[in-house]
C-alpha cells in the first residue's frame, strides 16, 4: 500500500494522469501541487480513508490511490461523499502493458474487503484508459466538458 513516502511519486502520476496524451510532458510536481483543482487529489497524503497502490516493474511505472471528497471541494469525478474517487497514472513507456489492470483490480479488491459499496472516477472521453474502466464494470452516469464520470458499484 502506498504510505508517505510514496507521496512525491503519486504527484508525479497526478500529472501523468491529468497529461495523459501521448507525447506530451506531463506538469511537475510543483505544478501539480499549485493547483487547487489536482492537488487536493494527493495534498498530505495519506489523510484518513486514503488507499493506494504503486507498480514497480524494472522501476516505478505506475500507481492507482483513492480518496474520498466531501461535497464542497469535489473532485472531477465526485458523485458522493461515501463514494471514494480513483486516480490512476501510468508512464508513457508502459502502457498498454497491463500495469492499469493491475493497479486497478488491487484497488477494487481492497474496496471490497472494505466493504466500499463503490468507486468513481473521471476520464476524458478519447483517453483510451476508458476501456479499461468500462472493460472492469464502471459505468458513465455523467459528463462534464470533454470528460464523463464513471462509477463501479462493488458487490456487498
Do not use: C
Not at 511519486?9 to 491529468?18: K, N, S
Not at 499549485?34 to 511505472?61: K, M, T
Not at 486516480?87 to 486497478?104: H, K, P, T
Amino acid at each position: 500500500m502506498a504510505t508517505a513516502d510514496d507521496a512525491v511519486f503519486l504527484a508525479e502520476m497526478l500529472a501523468v494522469a491529468a497529461d495523459w496524451r501521448p507525447g506530451t510532458t506531463p506538469r511537475t510536481v510543483s505544478d501539480v501541487m499549485g493547483d487547487p483543482d489536482l492537488a487536493h487529489y494527493i495534498r498530505d497524503w495519506p489523510i484518513e480513508g486514503d488507499v493506494g497502490v504503486v507498480a514497480e516493474a524494472d522501476r516505478l511505472v505506475g500507481a492507482a490511490w483513492w480518496r474520498f471528497f466531501p461535497p464542497d471541494d469535489p473532485g472531477y469525478g465526485f458523485v458522493d461523499a461515501a463514494i471514494p474517487e480513483i486516480s490512476i497514472g501510468v508512464i508513457e513507456q508502459a502502457r498498454g502493458q497491463g500495469q492499469g489492470q493491475l493497479l486497478l483490480q488491487a484497488l477494487l479488491e481492497e474496496g471490497r474487503k472494505l466493504g466500499l459499496q463503490a468507486l468513481s472516477l473521471s476520464v476524458e472521453t478519447d483517453n483510451p484508459a476508458k476501456h479499461l474502466y468500462e472493460r472492469n464494470g464502471f459505468r458513465e452516469v455523467g459528463s462534464i466538458g470533454g470528460s464523463l464520470t464513471m462509477v463501479l458499484t462493488l458487490p456487498g
